[in-house]
């Protein structure tokens, strides 16, 4: 009552002056939290930040990769080196070839130094992987006559490969570590592509080890005109890429967002671009793709 009183022994103007400046704090107050809280944001800056943010999430993908834990490299046979394995070694590409190709001739690597002599690693990459190389027991204790030279020797077992996709349980179960098991996740495996693609992929079915795998690169074959049913990868929906079995529903999304974003893919080399891409399958599934 007597701020009221008081108010009112002021004259007219002082008292409008005083109503004036209450409303230009309240209205200051509401000008200051409607910025803050982006009410009066402008549309040319919301779409300069909707940009940024898109920029931005592309920086953090990259520092995530960057942060992730290291490669844990585990003892290993060098002679069965695959295109990943040799990538998160260190290897280049050039590298990883020369590998593969003194491998077709059907020869062995025993030793680092041997390993360095076809491949040409540095020093500095082979120091960092040669503690981890695993070779057979019969290689390491056999040190003047290495044993892959004498099995070469040998009368070799006369070998008619069988073509993949029409190979049976039991075509299968002759090699020797597959098993009644193994066979069937195979001969499955086969089903949800409707084809096999390549004698390689048998690397990503489940109990198939480098040595099983070179066994069944000898024995079953692939013909080069296989028919496979192929995906467009740039007009395929999200339902119908995440029906492909080394995509998920979360990757094939991603395919479809990057998609919109940056026009259609030209090769497999635009997929490899997104993050959580299974690049160790990327060769074979760019089998299964069309541009």
Excluded at 3 to 20: A, D, M, T, V
Excluded at 195 to 212: C, K, R, T
Aim: some cysteine; hydrophobic content about 40%; proline content about 3%.
């Amino acid at each position: 009552m007597q701020f009221l009183k008081s108010y009112f022994l002021f004259s007219r103007e002082h008292r409008s002056g005083i109503f004036l400046l209450a409303i230009l704090i309240v209205l200051l107050q509401f000008i200051y939290y409607g910025l803050k809280s982006g009410l009066f944001s402008f549309k040319a800056e919301s779409k300069e930040n909707q940009e940024w943010l898109l920029v931005q999430s592309k920086i953090d993908s990259i520092k995530k990769v960057k942060t992730e834990t290291s490669y844990q490299i585990q003892p290993f046979n060098p002679n069965f080196i695959s295109d990943y394995k040799g990538y998160m070694l260190g290897m280049s590409i050039v590298e990883i070839d020369r590998l593969h190709q003194f491998r077709a001739k059907n020869q062995y690597v025993n030793s680092a130094k041997e390993f360095q002599e076809v491949t040409q690693v540095s020093n500095e990459l082979l120091q960092k992987i040669d503690p981890f190389f695993k070779f057979p027991d019969w290689v390491t204790k056999t040190k003047k006559q290495p044993v892959f030279e004498t099995f070469s020797n040998k009368k070799k077992e006369i070998i008619n490969p069988v073509n993949l996709n029409e190979a049976s349980k039991e075509d299968l179960m002759k090699i020797y570590g597959i098993g009644d098991k193994i066979s069937d996740i195979i001969l499955k495996e086969k089903n949800k592509f409707g084809a096999f693609a390549s004698v390689d992929q048998l690397e990503f079915v489940w109990g198939i080890s480098p040595e099983i795998l070179e066994s069944c690169k000898q024995h079953f074959f692939v013909p080069k005109d296989v028919v496979v049913k192929k995906i467009n990868i740039n007009n395929a929906s999200v339902k119908e890429l995440s029906e492909f079995p080394y995509f998920n529903y979360a990757f094939a999304k991603q395919i479809v967002t990057y998609r919109s974003m940056n026009g259609i893919f030209h090769s497999i080399e635009d997929l490899a671009k997104i993050n959580n891409c299974p690049l160790e399958k990327l060769k074979i599934i760019a089998l299964y793709l069309e541009f």
